[in-house]
């Protein structure tokens, strides 16, 4: 049957030499590229699950159940009417008995119908968007299985000591070379550093029984040791996210190698913003084991369901914000390269996908002093190099304080506070202020 209706289509294309070629017709949509944001469904779910969750808080406040007579639940109640009330007049309309007519009922389904239609017309023009990142021209100079040590082309001023750049394990590092304007990769060789960025890469064959032991010790090691040989001289690293913890146990490794840190909202006591975390690592230590041994792997959905958890409805929030902006407006590039980077994260070995969910997140094992790679303990205090450790007041990924306690246990570390969210602080409109020339001034003392 689906043959017969494609043989049918192209029939009538044949026959109707009347229809207008697609290419004079400004509004028809084009081609969808994109499959973010990822995974599709639970998002969608999500903002079905708010809207179904409005509506049956309509009929329980209309039956009278207990939770809407408490004195918070009766003043939003008398906000909510007046507002009905208002806009109604606003409008030239009758207002009549609000509470019990079928004006509220009304006035929430229109407004869950609207919340869906403007998600899905959000994420649809993030699909079609034409905006693509060009990669910019960098250099490979050292590469090892599926990871890679990017430079940057420009020289550096010859004195200046040599930035090494580490992200996540489950994001690609380009988000610190995001696009001209939101890089700090190029605002680094601006003030005259060499600069590189280490890309891990997904786990593949090489990688794929690889545990924090493998990519520190060995990849990260290997790295640093490809830097020094390169440009003699030791360098400064910095970390960002989960980066910041790998650079920070490579940095106490090489001694000799490293002469400054550098840690961008990286967290060390998982436990520190209350259980709301802990609860989120527990549920899925159930399920860890059987995904990974399905995927052999924790898959970059996976991963991705576990941050949307931290903020259900965020998702599709910005979505919506999104498809109110203008399309060829700087700000909607810029969202879209964001969430490009977003969607193209990296699945983790299921050897670090253990450590992490098991170790860090449940058993706390960085600040419990429990933490090891290569056998030794990862103690911040044995730090003795100069140490930066950057913590964004907004962040939802890296609540502030668990990182604020690398401060505390670094000697001299400087603490730089500021008012920026995970990825803002890094790359978005306020980068500029908020990190990048507060990182330079530091580097000029070190």
Not at 87 to 109: D, F, I, N
Not at 135 to 142: K, N, Y
Not at 295 to 306: H, R
Request: aromatic share 8%; proline share 9%; glycine share 8%.
């Amino acid at each position: 049957m689906a043959v017969s209706r494609s043989r049918d289509r192209r029939a009538e294309k044949k026959v109707d030499h009347n229809s207008p070629d697609p290419a004079d017709r400004p509004e028809q949509p084009r081609p969808m590229h994109r499959r973010g944001p990822r995974p599709l469904g639970l998002h969608l779910t999500l903002a079905m699950m708010r809207s179904g969750f409005s509506l049956a808080g309509l009929q329980s406040w209309k039956s009278g159940w207990p939770a809407w007579k408490t004195p918070h639940a009766a003043e939003m109640k008398e906000k909510l009417l007046q507002n009905l009330v208002a806009e109604r007049l606003h409008h030239g309309r009758a207002t009549g008995k609000t509470e019990s007519s079928p004006l509220l009922e009304q006035a929430v389904w229109t407004e869950a119908l609207q919340r869906d239609a403007a998600l899905i017309a959000g994420i649809a023009a993030y699909r079609r968007h034409p905006y693509y990142r060009h990669a910019p021209p960098r250099q490979v100079i050292w590469r090892e299985g599926g990871s890679t040590v990017l430079r940057h082309p420009a020289p550096g001023s010859g004195h200046l000591p040599p930035v090494l750049l580490v992200p996540s394990l489950i994001n690609r590092g380009y988000v610190l070379d995001l696009a001209p304007g939101y890089s700090l990769m190029d605002r680094l060789a601006q003030a005259g550093y060499p600069v590189f960025l280490l890309e891990w890469g997904g786990p593949g064959e090489a990688e794929q029984h690889f545990g924090l032991t493998d990519y520190i010790a060995g990849r990260l090691d290997r790295a640093v040791q490809a830097i020094t040989d390169l440009t003699d001289q030791t360098l400064i690293i910095a970390g960002y996210c989960m980066g910041g913890l790998l650079a920070l146990a490579a940095s106490l490794r090489r001694p000799e190698a490293v002469r400054a840190l550098a840690l961008l909202a990286t967290p060390w006591d998982f436990h520190a913003a209350g259980p709301e975390h802990q609860r989120l690592s527990a549920a899925l230590q159930p399920v860890l084991g059987g995904v990974l041994k399905q995927y052999g792997c924790l898959p970059v959905d996976i991963l991705q369901i576990m941050f949307a958890l931290i903020e259900p409805f965020a998702v599709a929030d910005k979505y919506r914000a999104f498809g109110r902006l203008p399309q060829d407006h700087p700000r909607a590039d810029h969202f879209v390269a964001l969430e490009d980077w977003l969607n193209d994260g990296i699945s983790l070995a299921a050897p670090v996908a253990q450590e992490v969910v098991n170790g860090w997140y449940c058993d706390n094992l960085p600040a419990q002093g429990g933490w090891r790679v290569d056998g030794h303990i990862v103690d911040p205090a044995a730090l003795h190099c100069p140490a930066f450790v950057a913590v964004p007041s907004r962040d939802r990924i890296v609540p502030p304080a668990s990182a604020l306690k690398l401060a505390q246990l670094i000697p001299g570390a400087l603490l730089h506070r500021m008012e920026a969210g995970h990825i803002g602080m890094t790359a978005g409109r306020s980068a500029e202020a908020v990190l990048w020339q507060p990182l330079l001034r530091w580097l000029g003392t070190v």
